[in-house]
């Protein structure tokens, strides 16, 4: 297992959302893709989509996605444009035809920077080609400052099952050193007009350890938190992958570690909120997330994907996994456009996972909800997990986060603060690299 001999914060990708990593898909690979797409799906996998709105009020400093700003209304349009021209094509393909989305995500960039005209020519020509009547769970991110009353009714009675607001601070000070757009007011009456249009799920989304951040600063704002009352809460510890403005900034001053808190800080503040969330009724539920009402307060596009889900993804730089096969998108704008006008699918790169990669991947991806269930991988892949990762659970088991009980490798709350890191020694030979902190 790796180890580094600072805690600092070092510029680097700590999140692992996908295995094998990202640098190992290839524009070579793209057939395969494409033969995946002309491939019956296995009829027990679920289908899921994602829609990727690339563009932003403004761009977070610590923001590494694929977003653009000051964009105009005909350039919206010609994106959702050419989303729909997408969507229509993959209609076309064996592996997704008449296939119902189980569920959908609405992901940016900011979704909600759409105004309701737009949003209603998108869903209608989506819904038009994939009814979503029998869709579990729809979900569409918000930056608050880009929501209105009108907005926010819309999206429920459009079929939106949780709203989930980009909250990361409530402190605006921090929110402007961060290069947030929206303010605490907006934040407040954002949550209020979902409140009253009462969404089946409420999401809040926090970061641990951003610019400025104090200890006193993080208490608060768990209390403001627990006041809201939302019905989940996503914290994501401070991250600063090499295409930031934070990044760009530690370069040209000459510095090795990021101006945010230290990892042993960020863990000890998403600790300190998950002691004081459970102690007002929440439950820890994965590494990031906690629940108000476990029964009712689902997260479907994680666990399912998370599962091995097929994934059809739309937008620019979007991210696909389709009968086994990971695929991305062109990650430039006018190329991704460019081809749809061709009625090409944008694929840019691809990756035929290994059935040891894809065990890989999805033990991975499944320990980020704090335990492991042998018996899932050997009805699934036919493999002993304790056997198979041997080494890397006897490491982790001697850092003192491991416990093997009740058929589960659970981890220990100290473990699921640093799953990420921890997960890194399960990586293949071949996949250990770098870029990764």
Not at 5 to 14: I, M, R
Not at 62 to 89: H, M, P
Not at 112 to 139: A, C, I, N, R, Y
Not at 286 to 292: D, E, L, P, Q, R
């Amino acid at each position: 297992m790796k180890t580094k001999t600072s805690h600092k914060t070092e510029a680097g990708n700590y999140f692992i959302s996908n295995y094998p990593p990202y640098s190992f898909w290839k524009p070579e690979f793209v057939d395969n893709a494409v033969i995946a797409l002309n491939t019956e799906p296995n009829p027990s996998n679920p289908l899921g989509m994602y829609v990727h709105i690339p563009f932003c009020r403004k761009r977070c400093y610590f923001c590494y996605f694929r977003v653009y700003t000051g964009v105009k209304s005909d350039a919206v349009k010609n994106y959702a444009d050419a989303l729909i021209q997408e969507v229509k094509l993959y209609r076309g393909k064996k592996c997704i035809s008449d296939r119902k989305p189980l569920f959908i995500y609405f992901g940016g960039g900011t979704p909600s920077f759409l105004s309701t005209t737009q949003l209603t020519h998108l869903f209608g020509e989506m819904k038009s080609m994939f009814p979503w009547d029998d869709t579990e769970e729809v979900t569409f991110e918000c930056e608050p400052g880009t929501l209105t009353e009108k907005k926010v009714k819309f999206l429920k009675e459009s079929g939106v099952t949780r709203l989930s607001l980009g909250v990361e601070n409530l402190d605006n000070e921090l929110l402007s050193v961060n290069g947030r757009s929206h303010t605490t007011k907006e934040i407040y009456r954002a949550y209020e007009w979902a409140k009253n249009a009462e969404f089946p799920q409420i999401n809040i989304d926090l970061i641990a350890g951003m610019l400025n951040e104090t200890e006193s600063n993080w208490q608060k704002n768990i209390e403001k938190i627990i006041k809201m009352d939302p019905d989940s809460i996503t914290i994501y510890q401070m991250e600063i992958p090499y295409n930031t403005t934070i990044y760009k900034r530690m370069e040209e001053s000459g510095e090795n570690f990021a101006p945010v808190a230290d990892w042993e800080t960020k863990r000890r503040w998403v600790d300190y909120a998950f002691n004081t969330l459970s102690d007002a009724g929440y439950t820890v539920n994965s590494a990031y997330t906690v629940v108000k009402d476990p029964a009712k307060t689902k997260f479907v596009y994680r666990d399912k994907l998370w599962q091995g889900a097929d994934l059809v993804s739309t937008g620019v730089a979007s991210f696909s996994h389709v009968n086994g096969t990971h695929y991305q998108n062109e990650h430039n704008l006018v190329q991704y456009q460019s081809r749809l006008r061709k009625n090409e699918l944008p694929i840019f790169r691809a990756l035929t996972p290994t059935h040891e990669e894809l065990l890989v991947r999805e033990f991975l991806l499944q320990f980020k909800l704090g335990s492991i269930k042998p018996d899932y991988f050997v009805d699934k892949y036919h493999v002993d997990v304790r056997s198979y990762f041997s080494e890397p659970l006897r490491t982790i088991a001697n850092l003192g986060v491991l416990e093997d009980i009740n058929d589960e490798l659970r981890l220990t709350r100290q473990g699921l603060l640093q799953v990420d890191r921890l997960l890194q020694g399960f990586f293949l030979p071949q996949h250990q690299v770098d870029r990764l902190v």
